[in-house]
């Protein structure tokens, strides 16, 4: 899961932007038109038009009070980031939301139903999906699981309404001025500072000197210094970096020979998971072995069934935001039994896009556990507010959503598990224990 400063996602970067970031380990624990929204099939569906059903509607200052609330997940269907995103992060909600309703989760026995609208590509889309999801379904709280809220984040303010979110768009997200808004992995901190955990990583892999590359948007410009930083505040040679490059249009041939000559032995990239498999593949042309990388937006049963990316991606070093299924812990088992049973999901790990759903979900449904016995808007807003550790069933590092600008970007939750690509599995290069990263006081690398 990034979450950047002043970022405005240009559809040329869009994709490479939003898989720059995302995704935090111990607390909690739809289908779609751009003209309008439609109801997620499972336990909690209905037709769409109430935020509540024998109950108050859920808007402005609404309550859930009821037998039935509804949320509605906005999230892109169409346009040039919708195959990040798309019908499998509607699943990945609507798995969670029926976990809830069987599970009976809800203090009141209320149960939860799930609207979705197309977010598009742009943000007047953004909005328009927003407004629809709140004026027509009366939603009690929006999901924002795409890349262009920060076309409607103002409006929704102004409606105080509940907000819960991938947090990737821009930097509304990490401010104090819009308390409806929570980020699911962690408000993050703007300035881009240096921090500890990821060089030590390096390191143990046999790591001497580091490379950075990524695309010229400021998400990937500032998450790439701010990761060069934190390996010269570690002592570690940066002799090359190119935060230049553009998005599906690079000679990697020529970055190759770059980093051959920087003697570089690990890799980071801020760029899309296709780009960055092109340039690793330049780079073994050229001889230059790697003992580590860096690459988010890896880590998701898309790659292993894509036969030449698994090809491309053997050996190759990723983040994973949240457990690795691999793990088979208590969180991954919980994920993964409910994506099966809920979504009829059977293949080891989920899909990339499942992510942004069921963790904006999962969010959503702890807001309504601490709601109070009558919920309302205010009081979600208010008692979320409130929550200090929150890891999503042990799925990701503690997010604390009393605090805005508290989270490294990049690193939700303050921390990543590493995995590597070998065979047809994502092997935890970490165990179970993530790479923890803490900010080092005093710096910036905005």
């Given at each position: ?67 039935t609330i509804t949320l509605g997940i906005l999230t892109p269907l ?76 103002r409006w929704a303010a102004q409606q105080n309404v509940p907000v ?216 979600f807003i208010s008692n979320l507010r409130k929550v200090t550790s ?57």
């Open positions: 899961m990034a979450m950047p400063t002043k970022r405005r996602l240009l559809a040329a970067a869009a994709a490479a932007t939003l898989l720059t970031g995302v995704a935090t380990a111990c607390s909690s624990s739809s289908t779609t038109a751009a003209a309008g929204s439609s109801s997620a099939g499972g336990s909690g569906t209905g037709s769409s038009g109430t935020g509540t059903t024998s109950g108050a509607a859920a808007s402005g200052s609404g309550s859930g009070q009821g037998k169409t346009g040039p980031v919708a195959s990040s995103f798309g019908q499998e992060t509607i699943e990945g909600a609507q798995a969670r939301i029926d976990l809830a309703n069987a599970s009976h989760e809800l203090p009141n026995g209320e149960q939860v139903k799930l609207v979705s609208v197309d977010e598009g590509s742009s943000p007047q889309t953004s909005l328009t999906g927003t407004q629809q999801l709140v004026q027509n379904d009366h939603v009690f709280t929006v999901l924002a699981a795409g890349a262009f809220f920060y076309g409607a984040y819960v979110g991938d947090g990737i768009d821009g930097p509304e997200w990490n401010s104090s001025q819009y308390p409806n808004m929570f980020a699911a992995f962690g408000s993050t901190d703007d300035s881009y500072p240096s921090y500890t955990g990821m060089p030590a990583f390096f390191k143990a892999q046999g790591g001497t000197s580091y490379c950075g590359v990524g695309y010229n948007a400021p998400s990937t410009v500032g998450n790439g210094a701010a990761m060069a930083g934190s390996m010269k505040a570690a002592g570690v040679p940066v002799p090359y970096t190119n935060f230049g490059i553009a998005a599906g249009n690079a000679n990697f041939t020529s970055i190759a020979l770059a980093i051959k000559q920087a003697k570089c032995d690990v890799l980071g990239s801020q760029m899309t998971l296709g780009d960055t498999l092109n340039l690793i593949s330049a780079l073994r042309n050229a001889n230059v072995s790697l003992k580590a990388t860096f690459i988010q937006g890896g880590y998701g049963q898309d790659l292993l069934d894509q036969p030449s990316s698994l090809s491309a991606a053997q050996g190759v070093d990723m983040a994973a935001g949240f457990e690795p299924s691999s793990l088979n812990t208590a969180g991954t088992k919980w994920m993964m039994s409910a994506l099966k049973t809920y979504v009829n999901w059977t293949k080891p790990y989920p899909a990339a896009g499942m992510e942004w759903g069921w963790f904006t979900a999962d969010t959503a449904i702890e807001g309504l556990k601490v709601a109070g016995a009558n919920p309302t808007q205010q009081s929150f890891n999503h069933e042990g799925l990701t590092c503690p997010v604390d959503y009393s605090v805005f600008g508290n989270t490294n970007q990049q690193f939700p939750g303050n921390c990543t598990w590493m995995v590597k690509v070998e065979g047809s599995q994502f092997v935890s290069l970490t165990g179970t224990t993530p790479v923890k990263v803490a900010t080092i006081a005093g710096t910036s690398n905005s």
